[in-house]
């Protein structure tokens, strides 16, 4: 078992700085537990492997694609998406559970990798001291004739967008009719494009910065009040009805 006095585990996930405490051996040891525990409660082995901006993500997703290969995990990669995302699609696809590379609103240098089960929720605490039994003893690996294959689903964001939309309660039309102006600033993170998506289907003027998907934050990205000068400034300067941050 791999020292993990410089991470923050749970039972929904691990957490660590890149390079000290969280490497790509270590999230491909949790990554591979996580695929031993889903095959081990069947009958699927379909995993939605999603991930945020961070510099650091494509190195992760690569190493939590070869560990859930190697237990015998089908990988089904949404590429960057926000989490919600990767939930929806682990529901929508009937999935046996999901990972995410995401340390949310944490700082650059961090980056995290959380458990999803086969509803699209994060693991409660009896899956996740099931899980744990992998973590602490002998992972199963697969032969060459049993490894996982991959896919890619392009479509995980265009999904959620639709199911916000059609949500009973929400009157899309006298939204779009107001046509309100928005200012956006989503820090480089996944949440820039499907929030620019919604924004439009619901017409509404967008003002938006920082909605690239580089993960090069250009402030910390936790969405409080002291990190957000810039929208305050852009909703003063555009006269904005409401200023959105998302981390």
């Not at 392009?154 to 949500?167: F, G, M, S």
Request: include cysteine; charge should be negative; hydrophobic fraction near 45%.
């Amino acid at each position: 078992m791999f020292d993990t006095s410089n991470l923050m585990v749970s039972v929904s996930g691990v957490r660590g700085r890149v390079g000290a405490g969280l490497t790509p051996e270590v999230l491909a040891h949790f990554a591979a537990a996580f695929g031993a525990y889903v095959r081990q409660r069947g009958p699927g082995h379909r995993v939605v492997l999603g991930r945020d901006s961070r510099v650091s993500g494509p190195m992760f997703a690569r190493a939590a694609t070869a560990a859930l290969q190697s237990v015998g995990c089908d990988v089904v990669d949404v590429g960057i998406a926000p989490t919600p995302s990767v939930q929806l699609a682990v529901e929508e696809l009937h999935a046996a559970g999901g990972l995410a590379v995401t340390a949310s609103h944490n700082p650059i240098e961090w980056n995290a990798l959380k458990f999803i089960g086969s509803t699209g929720m994060f693991l409660d605490a009896e899956e996740g001291q099931e899980m744990r039994t992998f973590l602490d003893g002998e992972i199963p690996r697969v032969g060459w004739q049993d490894l996982g294959g991959w896919e890619q689903d392009d479509r995980a964001i265009d999904r959620h967008l639709q199911r916000i939309l059609a949500i009973p309660f929400l009157d899309v039309e006298a939204i779009r009719r107001r046509r309100f102006r928005v200012a956006l600033d989503s820090v480089r993170g996944a949440g820039g494009p499907i929030f620019l998506q919604l924004l439009n289907e619901l017409g509404c003027l967008v003002e938006a910065i920082n909605v690239e998907t580089d993960g090069r934050f250009p402030r910390e990205p936790e969405p409080v009040a002291a990190n957000l000068g810039d929208l305050e400034a852009l909703v003063a300067r555009t006269g904005a009805d409401v200023g959105l941050a998302t981390d």
